[in-house]
């Protein structure tokens, strides 16, 4: 069964440092993986995916299929960056969404 | 930039009662989906919806649940009696079309507090 496993609950930086955001899925066949944000009192919104490989608010992320893995990063952490990111992966089809338990992150000044 | 509506945005509602959410996808979607999430746990898939017919469903998702799309613009959630543990946030969620690289559009959520 597809897995996406985020290991870490809480990251706190300062603001200027470097951030990565860890996610590791397991899935059988060929992954689509996404990168979902939740601002404080907000909704869940697309940060990016990596079909796209484009970057999104200065973050990135890479696929790793040898490590299975699709960590987010970002150089120089903002403190807007602060919220819940969630990794999800798609199981084809009809394209459900399974998603990762979230990490906080929280950029102090 | 179209989004994707859920009313109410809070339910509170008595154990063994009939609960309806609704959502309201964007408007030339035409997969959409349910979601929850128990407080303090991870985002759950509950169901997808294509072409008037349950696509795929959870586990969840049992008999007590359903899905509909009265006209063409509703997507309702129903729980016909609720239990304390089906209190959650419920997210609503529409994409253009199904299959890969298809991104799915978020409602606010619904938070349902059963009693």
């Known amino acids: 069964a597809q897995r996406v496993t985020q290991p870490e609950k809480l990251l706190s930086v300062f603001k200027g440092a470097p951030v990565e955001l860890k996610c590791n899925y397991s899935?059988?066949?060929?992954?689509?993986l996404f990168w979902y944000v939740q601002y404080s009192r907000q909704r869940l919104q697309l940060l990016l995916r990596?079909?796209s490989r484009e970057s999104i608010k200065g973050f990135t992320a890479d696929l790793n299929k040898g490590e299975t893995s699709f960590h987010l990063k970002k150089p120089f952490a903002q403190e807007e960056d602060s919220a819940m990111y969630y990794c999800?992966?798609?199981?084809?089809?009809?394209?459900?969404?399974?998603f990762g338990a979230g990490t906080r992150l929280a950029v102090h000044p | 930039e179209p989004e994707v509506t859920q009313t109410p945005s809070h339910q509170v509602t008595q154990m063994g009662q009939e609960v309806i959410l609704r959502c309201v996808p964007i408007?030339?979607?035409?997969?959409f989906y349910w979601y929850r999430q128990i407080l303090g746990q991870k985002v759950e898939f509950l169901v997808s919806?294509?072409?008037?017919?349950?696509?795929?469903k959870s586990e969840i998702f049992d008999d007590q649940f359903s899905v509909e799309r009265p006209d063409g613009s509703n997507f309702t959630l129903k729980i016909r009696s609720t239990k304390l543990e089906d209190s959650a946030m419920y997210f609503c969620?529409?994409?253009?079309?199904?299959?890969?690289?298809?991104?799915?559009?978020f409602g606010d959520g619904t938070r349902l507090s059963i009693l």
């Open positions: 999800a992966t798609s199981s084809g089809g009809y394209n459900k969404l399974i």
């Open positions: 899935y059988s066949g060929s992954p689509e």
């Open positions: 990596h079909i």
């Open positions: 408007s030339n979607h035409l997969y």
């Open positions: 919806f294509y072409n008037n017919e349950i696509s795929e």
């Open positions: 969620a529409s994409s253009p079309a199904g299959g890969m690289s298809q991104p799915q559009h």
